[in-house]
């Protein structure tokens, strides 16, 4: 059984990510099953810190992209939209080349609050990075 509401489209997200920090750092999201949004982010020029391997906040801004459209994608659009409240980062393994990969999983979804659990991976499947993040659903005004 999916979690989401409706049909989330990653060719829509995608497409509504023009001009904003997701675009200017190469995230895209990939692929929605189920229970989980998948995305990912290249390790280059526009990520990595100047010792060479990707810089942590890259990856919380990767945690936080698939967190926030996780949460939205499970809400209905006409009434909610969904915000980050918090996020917090463990970095496992620096990632030097190639891409990082990410996989948003709920672990709550409630009336006001939902919890994210993000992993990102580098090309080989190792872990560089866990993530959580909390998101508020907040009511959308009545004139939207």
């Not at 280059?44 to 801004?61: F, I, N």
Request: glycine letters at 10%; one cysteine or more; charged letters at 25%.
């Amino acid at each position: 059984m999916s979690i989401w509401f409706g049909e989330p489209s990653v060719e829509w997200a995608n497409a509504r990510c023009e001009g904003t920090a997701i675009r200017s750092l190469g995230i895209e999201m990939t692929e929605v099953t189920d229970e989980a949004l998948k995305g990912r982010m290249p390790v280059d020029e526009r990520t990595k810190q100047p010792g060479g391997v990707l810089h942590g906040g890259a990856s919380v801004a990767l945690a936080e992209t698939l967190a926030s459209w996780g949460a939205s994608f499970t809400v209905d659009p006409e009434r909610f939209y969904c915000v980050g409240m918090e996020i917090n980062a463990n970095h496992v393994r620096p990632a030097a080349s190639g891409w990082v990969h990410g996989e948003a999983r709920p672990i709550t979804r409630g009336r006001t609050t939902q919890v994210w659990d993000i992993r990102i991976t580098d090309d080989a499947g190792k872990l560089v990075c866990v993530s959580r993040c909390t998101m508020a659903v907040l009511a959308r005004p009545s004139e939207y």
